[in-house]
């Protein structure tokens, strides 16, 4: 249970990290008038943009295999 617990950790703090480098979202901090304030912003567009690119990376390297596979099967006939 605590091997599971640490393993959830390590990814959650993964995909943070992975967020913040993507610039999925961003954190910002004021102190003005002696109050600490905290901004949390996500960028729905940019999270958009590269789940289209990953999509379109998958589908490329799928048809690759098909057609490695195809030519594979040209040589065996």
Request: hydrophobic content about 45%; aromatic content about 6%.
């Amino acid at each position: 249970m605590k091997r599971s617990f640490i393993v959830l950790v390590c990814i959650v703090a993964g995909v943070a990290g992975l967020a913040l480098y993507r610039g999925w979202f961003g954190v910002a901090a004021d102190n003005a008038d002696g109050k600490r304030s905290v901004t949390v912003t996500v960028d729905k567009d940019k999270i958009e943009q590269d789940k289209d690119k990953a999509v379109q990376k998958v589908q490329g390297l799928g048809q690759q295999a098909k057609d490695k596979a195809a030519a594979t099967t040209q040589k065996v006939k």
